[in-house]
């Protein structure tokens, strides 16, 4: 998926302003726009062995813990990390995470979110759900402020998955991974499921939640 613009979404939380991501390949390019003091978010995959491994590109600062998932009954293991930076003043115009451990098929896409301040915090993310149907589930996540901006990385395989209700979609990378937002507040953020079509196949959700700046 090339860089552009998302769908008008929620207000007073932090905005998705852009979205970029890759299919196939451990470098992606910037989202479109990017200026100084906005937050880049991350979502980093790629399909691995059981010791295989996701690392952020140089200079980001990962969201929590790496995930390795067995996504059987007949495929590889994926490792997720979620991860962030503040724009500097110049950016590169793509960036490149690290994978390990026999990786096959990376995937990523990067945010440009603006409203979550300089030194951004964050809920989450919440543990894997995995499975191997058309129904992908999602877990709840506890968030800690109102107006908070969740940020679910839905990764699959085939199918056309279709968007949940009371969110917007960011990005679909050729069926394979999708990510989407909503604005929630403080409490239990609801969790859901993605309904696909097609053949099944195996599908791995994580979700966090980006706190308004002050």
């Given at each position: ?10 207000t ?8 970029s ?13 990017v ?146 937002y ?11 499921v ?13 979700s966090?939640?980006?706190h308004?700046?002050?």
């Amino acid at each position: 998926m090339a860089a552009g613009a998302v769908a008008a979404g929620p207000t007073g939380a932090p905005i998705v302003q852009s979205v970029s991501g890759s299919t196939d390949s451990a470098t992606v390019a910037a989202p479109e726009g990017v200026t100084e003091g906005d937050l880049l978010l991350g979502c980093f995959i790629g399909y691995v062995s059981t010791t295989g491994t996701v690392s952020p590109p140089a200079g980001w600062t990962a969201i929590g813990s790496m995930v390795n998932t067995d996504l059987t009954p007949n495929d590889p293991n994926a490792a997720q990390v979620f991860a962030y930076k503040i724009a500097g003043a110049s950016e590169p115009a793509s960036y490149t995470f690290s994978i390990g451990g026999g990786a096959i098929y990376p995937c990523a896409n990067i945010l440009r979110i603006s409203g979550a301040g300089a030194s951004p915090t964050f809920d989450g993310p919440t543990a894997e759900t995995h499975g191997f149907d058309l129904s992908r589930e999602f877990g709840s996540l506890t968030v800690t402020e109102d107006l908070s901006l969740q940020i679910l990385h839905s990764i699959g395989y085939s199918g056309a998955p279709e968007t949940p209700a009371g969110w917007f979609e960011a990005a679909i990378n050729d069926g394979v991974t999708g990510v989407y937002y909503r604005e929630v507040d403080a409490g239990a953020a609801a969790d859901g499921v993605i309904v696909e079509t097609g053949a099944a196949h195996f599908w791995m959700n994580r979700s966090i939640a980006v706190h308004p700046g002050a």
